[in-house]
Each structure stands twice: as C-alpha cells, then as structure tokens.
C-alpha cells in the first residue's frame, strides 16, 4: 500500500466571506484576469482540527501566549508580545495530527511537522468561483436598543465628556452620534471551491524519537511509554507509535472532520451551508485533478468554464445530491459523504502502521 492518501473536496459556497483582509481576502489569477476570494491552508486546518477534537469531544491543547512587561517613553508601560508556547505533546489530538512547535529560550527547538499537507480553498477554475462583481456596505447597528448601548465621547486630551458635556457639544454642532458604525466597500464570495488534503500514513500517528531534531522533550519520551505507546521505525527512523486503541479512536473521527469541516474561525460572516457537491479519494495526486475540474467550454465566444466530475480519471468519486444543481450530468447518492467518509476510514486502517519496514 502506497504511504500516502489524497482527497479532493468540491464545494459551493454563496455569498460568504472566508477570511477577511480589507475586505475577503483573494489573490489575482494572471491567466484570466480574475480576483480569486480564498480561504488559507492554515484557516482549513484549523477548521478540520475543530471539527476533529469537537468530535472526539475533547478540549484543544493548551497554547500559552506570552506577554513581556517593558517601560516605555516617560515610564509608560509596555506590553510587548512573544512567541507562543505550545505543550508539544501528541496525547493531545491536535497535537498529533496536527504538528506543533516550541522555540523557548535557553531550550532546545522542538518542532513536529504535521503529517497532514493541506491546500487553501479556492475556485475549482478561475471562471467557476470568486470575488462577487458587486461591493457593498455594511453596518454595525444597535440603534435599536440606545439606553443598553452607551456612547463615549473623549475631548483632545482624552478625557471622557460626561453627559451634560456631550448634550451641549451635540447642540452646538448640530450633530448626532448613534450607536452604529459604517463598514463601506466589503466584497463576499461566491462560486465552486475546491480544497486538497495529502495524509502521510507514515507518520499520521508515529512520533520521531531523532534526537538530532527532536519532535519531543526526553521527559515526554519516558510518560509516553509508561503509557502504551511502542517503539518502532519508519521511512524516517525510530519513532514511537501510538497505542491501537488511540488510533482505532482517531480514524474516525479524522474521516469525518476531513469531510465535515466548517469554517469556524471570527474572521467568517454571512452563513453559507458551504454543501460538499463531490469528494474525490486516491493514493496518486494527479487522479485528483482529473477526477474533479473545471474545463474550458469550446462552443462560448467569451471564456467560459464548466465543471467536470469524471469517474475514469483514476479516482474513488463520491457525488452528493446537491451536485446535481451546479454540474450537468452529475447524478449524486443521499449517502454520498458517508460512503467517502467509510472509504477513507478503509484506507487508514489497511495501512500497517506497526511493520512499515520491509526486512
């Protein structure tokens, strides 16, 4: 069995926003001419860890955010900002499945790179998915409840106007101040997105006990132990493995998040169910690309594409009903997502995680 496992999800997304940098965030397509909206390979895996310790129904590793007292100008205190500490201990999920690093001072570096390889979501084709023509303006109003939100208003110096204060500068001005903040000029998204996802199996749930580039402390190696994780090798060297039990716990929930993710993070607004159309599963990247594409359409004058679903490109190809809104042809299955979701949780478990080495 090959050491590596890829997946394709497509998905629709409608008037929404990802993540948000001056509005969404997109890059520029120089072939079409087109904006791209996006969303970030570390907002996906982030989503995909929620989902997986949401559904193993266990907390997230503890990060610790260090902040450093410093005097500044005039014995003005300052608050400055240091590298966080993560616990670097793969019984936590997140941890394991996830990667962590811990760059400490008068410590050495400990860092374990995720054996999960993920893509930003972005449009299946350039023509297929993006930036919304439109722009809009928004608003952040509680005008309707005045006396539960209260206005503050500051004179040049900074000093807070009491009531009477304001009354009489409102009078003079002739002005208002309601409880309300104009946002102008915001795009959203809309469109066909795709997302990739490359699994190593050889290192999903075995941890390097290299010590030369350690991806854990020496005091961590020993509580390991004592708790059922075995010494073994892989491709990489010696590593410790952790017990069936976990991984038999894992798989699951993992088949799910990699399917079932949302976009959880605060930069996100405007609900969209963000439906999964189509999920294309192989052990070889490039069946991906055929698998689910978007393609030039001869018989337009101006550029057009559509999107493909082709079950001869090599790929496991898991349709869902909703495809049959957006793709011509494309005959979906109620139970789509649950049979790719017991398909990769197949693919996990026939690989030999306990003997990778062939003498």
Request: one cysteine or more; proline letters at 6%.
């Amino acid at each position: 069995m090959k050491p590596y496992l890829y997946l394709r999800g497509l998905r629709h997304a409608e008037h929404t926003v990802f993540a948000v940098q001056d509005g969404q965030k997109y890059y520029r397509d120089p072939q079409f001419g087109t904006n791209q909206a996006y969303s970030s390979g570390q907002q996906v895996k982030r989503s995909i860890m929620d989902a997986l310790t949401s559904g193993l129904n266990v907390p997230p590793a503890p990060i610790t955010f260090n902040w450093q007292v410093k005097k500044g100008k005039k014995d003005d205190v300052v608050f400055e900002q240091k590298e966080p500490w993560s616990p670097c201990d793969p019984r936590h999920v997140d941890q394991l499945l996830g990667g962590y690093m811990r760059a400490e001072t008068g410590e050495f570096t400990i860092k374990r790179r995720s054996p999960l390889s993920i893509s930003a979501m972005r449009p299946l084709h350039p023509l297929l998915g993006g930036l919304e023509q439109q722009r809009e303006n928004l608003t952040f109003d509680r005008t309707s409840h005045p006396a539960v939100h209260p206005v503050r208003v500051r004179d040049e110096n900074g000093n807070e106007l009491d009531q009477e204060a304001v009354d009489a500068l409102l009078l003079k001005t002739k002005r208002n101040l309601p409880n309300r903040i104009w946002i102008p000029d915001h795009t959203r998204a809309s469109g066909l997105f795709v997302y990739d996802v490359c699994v190593d199996l050889r290192t999903l749930f075995c941890v390097s006990t290299n010590t030369l580039e350690p991806e854990l402390h020496p005091s961590k190696l020993t509580e390991l132990k004592d708790l059922g994780w075995t010494e073994t090798r892989n491709a990489f060297g010696p590593c410790l493995l952790a017990p069936r039990e976990e991984r038999e716990r894992y798989m699951p929930a993992l088949a799910h998040a990699l399917l079932n993710w949302r976009i959880t993070s605060n930069q996100a607004r405007t609900f969209s169910l963000m439906e999964t159309l189509a999920v294309a599963i192989s052990d070889n990247a490039n069946h991906l690309a055929g698998a689910i594409r978007g393609q030039l359409r001869e018989d337009s004058e101006r550029p057009a594409a559509k999107p493909v679903l082709d079950e001869n490109a090599g790929a496991r190809l898991f349709t869902s009903l909703a495809a049959g809104g957006y793709i011509a042809g494309a005959y979906g299955a109620a139970d789509a997502l649950e049979q790719a979701e017991q398909y990769v949780q197949q693919q996990l478990r026939a690989f030999d995680y306990e003997n990778q080495l062939i003498a």
